[in-house]
């Protein structure tokens, strides 16, 4: 028993650690928060299928605070905000918005239709917390990009995060699909696998 829980926290600061590394490589960022990252959120959903959503959680609470500190380092804290919209931008657009992940393993005894169900599921709430707080914290910018702008701060936010947001849910998506459909990686995700 003791040694299952111990496989459990490797295999977690592994994905964690998998994770962070990829969300370092970015192969687009939008001026104002937001990249497309090369699958930084697949460690932390496969995690949760593997290992149940309560594990998930805990496990992508951890990543949540890792993106903290990440935009942290990227000046979050020079944006400009007031004290209480810097509080809901902590919490809405890191803490909820990376801890949704946690949710991909409801599914994870459906096979892989339930799989990939609590993936685009889990990436969509990501997109959600982020769309609430475009709409809340960040209302718009008014020009979005060169050429076009809006005052609309929920056509603004539906643009700019889904700029961002389904991209990286289609490219995790068809990356799990092909992960998945490896046998000897499907044999890990049996419900009942150690």
Request: proline share 3%; hydrophobic share 55%.
């Amino acid at each position: 028993m003791q040694s299952k829980k111990v496989r459990i926290m490797v295999e977690g600061a592994v994905m964690l650690a998998l994770a962070t590394a990829l969300s370092f490589i970015q192969i687009y960022k939008l001026p104002w928060g937001g990249s497309i990252t090369l699958l930084s959120m697949l460690p932390i959903v496969l995690f949760s299928i593997r290992r149940g959503v309560a594990m998930g959680l805990a496990v992508s609470f951890l990543f949540s605070l890792i993106q903290l500190f990440q935009g942290i380092m990227d000046g979050l804290f020079g944006w400009g905000l007031t004290p209480g919209m810097l509080v809901a931008c902590i919490f809405i657009d890191y803490i909820f918005a990376f801890t949704v992940l946690g949710l991909a393993g409801v599914f994870r005894k459906k096979g892989t239709a339930g799989w990939i169900s609590g993936i685009a599921i889990a990436i969509a709430l990501r997109f959600v917390m982020h769309f609430l707080s475009g709409v809340v914290i960040w209302k718009s910018f008014g020009e979005l990009w060169e050429g076009f702008s809006t005052d609309s701060s929920v056509l603004y936010s539906i643009l700019y995060n889904g700029s961002y947001m389904l991209p990286e849910l289609i490219i995790t998506v068809i990356a799990a699909v092909i992960l998945l459909n490896v046998p000897e990686v499907r044999k890990l995700f049996r419900p009942d696998e150690d």
